[in-house]
């Protein structure tokens, strides 16, 4: 099956840093990755959708000059969480979907950001 | 907006019970309805997808069925294992919103041994 991988799996930082969390497809090209924001206990939601290429398209409600999203090429996109504060602590997860994906998407293993 | 409903937050079994999850959603334009498990600061492992036109999938001991009109899925486990504890995610796909989903809150599965 389709494998997405992410680095780091795990970052700490101190306040006001920035982070950069890599998503990659390794054995199909990804059209278009997602990037979901999960709280404890809470469900997955959506932060950004982006298109190789092209500049991504963010959820109401997400700073998009906090985060950053690049899909530069067609295996890896990454999300870069500028100046983070403690409040963007969270554990982050991104799928990505190929043009011969069918209909379903692949997710990552995760990244947990604990920001000091 | 697409509120996905997950039923019961948690629940734990003992082993060789069979269990059901339920997953309801407000919107039923759905594209499709996905299944998936997450352990414990883990990603997401895609368990079953139903494509809207369909009934139901199955894939080993699980079975899971969509009734889109009525807004409800449920995925049925048969003879629950210690090895199947974990947080049981629905999440749906709407037909309008790209390939985005939409997801439960989860439900969290013990399996006693």
């Known amino acids: 099956g389709a494998v997405v991988s992410q680095h780091p799996s795990r970052v700490i930082c101190k306040s006001g840093t920035s982070v950069k969390i890599e998503c990659r497809s390794l054995?199909?090209?990804?059209?278009?990755m997602f990037w979901y924001r999960q709280f404890p206990k809470k469900s997955l939601m959506l932060m950004a959708t982006?298109?190789?290429?092209?500049?991504?398209?963010?959820e109401q409600g997400v700073e998009k000059d906090k985060f950053l999203i690049n899909h530069a090429s067609l295996t890896l996109s990454t999300l870069t969480v500028t100046s983070a504060h403690p409040e963007d602590s969270s554990f982050y997860i991104c799928?990505?979907?190929?043009?011969?994906?069918?209909?379903?998407?692949?997710f990552g293993p995760g990244t947990r950001l604990t920001v000091l | 907006k697409q509120e996905v409903t997950q039923i019961p937050a948690a629940l734990s079994v003992p082993e060789g019970e069979n269990l059901v999850l339920n997953c309801s959603f407000t919107?039923?334009?759905?594209?499709?309805l996905q299944w998936f498990r997450q352990d414990p600061g883990k990603g997401l492992t895609s368990l079953l997808l139903?494509?809207?036109?369909?009934r139901e999938q199955t894939s080993g001991r699980l079975n899971a069925s969509l009734d889109k009109s009525s807004g409800r899925s449920t995925l049925y486990i048969a003879a629950s294992q210690p090895g199947d504890s974990a947080t049981y995610l629905c999440?749906?796909?709407?037909?309008?919103?790209?390939?985005?989903?939409?997801f439960g809150k989860g439900t969290s599965l013990l399996v006693t041994p």
């Open positions: 799928s990505a979907r190929g043009s011969t994906s069918g209909k379903g998407q692949y």
């Open positions: 054995d199909f090209q990804a059209t278009t």
């Open positions: 982006s298109n190789e290429g092209s500049k991504a398209t963010y």
């Open positions: 919107d039923s334009a759905i594209y499709n």
């Open positions: 139903i494509q809207s036109s369909q």
């Open positions: 999440a749906v796909r709407l037909r309008d919103s790209g390939y985005a989903l939409n």
